[in-house]
């Protein structure tokens, strides 16, 4: 358990679907992340929110929209996914810098 | 080309051996962190090290700034071991670039 939670674990959708992945931390740390883990290549950031404020986007399709309504939760809202946009995705958070965040379990995405 | 490079990939030992797995990176980095990625997909932290040397249990990680490079050890390997071993550094800000990770199986 390190803090930092994810919900659900596995989602199923399809590519005409609208669904959201959840991310909560109650560790009062100021930082939340995305990243997306494709098959055997390393983790990629998508968004970060520092002080619920979007700080990154790193070149991310408009597909995903990701929202920080404090600094305790994040969320990655989904809609006209991809097949290739299957992946993990895990959800992170940090006081300050980004080494050291706290990782989620992750959230097992499959679009079909 | 991935800014930090593990090695090696894959790794497979029998239990009780001494595992070294390294990590170089060419990004100017002030600290680097030791991940490890379990089955189910959950990462968790292992080491955040900006000098020297750490020690947790029968892991221990080192890192020569200088040199860029980072290794982490694990001494009398145990199955439950088995995972993929992550190095990160940060970029900038709060950007980290991730090295491709290391998948290790531990043989009973």
């Known amino acids: 358990e390190t803090g930092v939670t994810q919900t659900p674990r596995h989602l199923v959708m399809g590519m005409t679907n609208k669904k959201s992945l959840k991310c909560e931390q109650h560790l009062g740390h100021n930082a939340m992340y995305w990243y997306k883990q494709s098959a055997k290549k390393p983790l990629e950031l998508m968004f970060v929110y520092s002080l619920e404020e979007r700080v990154e986007n790193n070149s991310v399709p408009s597909r995903f929209s990701p929202e920080c309504p404090n600094s305790s939760h994040l969320f990655l809202h989904l809609h006209t996914l991809q097949p290739e946009d299957s992946a993990l995705y895990l959800c992170?958070?940090?006081?300050?810098?980004?080494?050291?965040?706290?990782f989620g379990q992750g959230t097992r995405l499959t679009v079909v | 080309k991935n800014e930090v490079e593990q090695s090696p990939q894959n790794l497979t030992a029998q239990e009780g051996e001494f595992i070294t797995i390294n990590c170089s990176y060419s990004?100017?980095?002030?600290?680097l962190h030791w991940l490890q990625q379990h089955p189910g997909g959950g990462i968790v932290s292992l080491f955040m090290?900006?000098?020297g040397k750490k020690k947790h249990g029968r892991l221990i990680a080192t890192i020569n700034i200088q040199e860029k490079h980072s290794s982490l050890h694990i001494t009398a390997s145990h199955p439950r071991d088995s995972a993929v071993y992550i190095c990160?550094?940060?970029?900038?800000?709060?950007?980290?670039?991730f090295g491709a990770g290391t998948i290790l199986r531990v043989k009973s």
């Open positions: 992170a958070s940090s006081q300050g810098s980004a080494v050291g965040a706290f």
């Open positions: 990004v100017g980095i002030s600290a």
């Open positions: 090290l900006s000098s």
């Open positions: 990160a550094g940060p970029e900038y800000g709060n950007k980290l670039v």
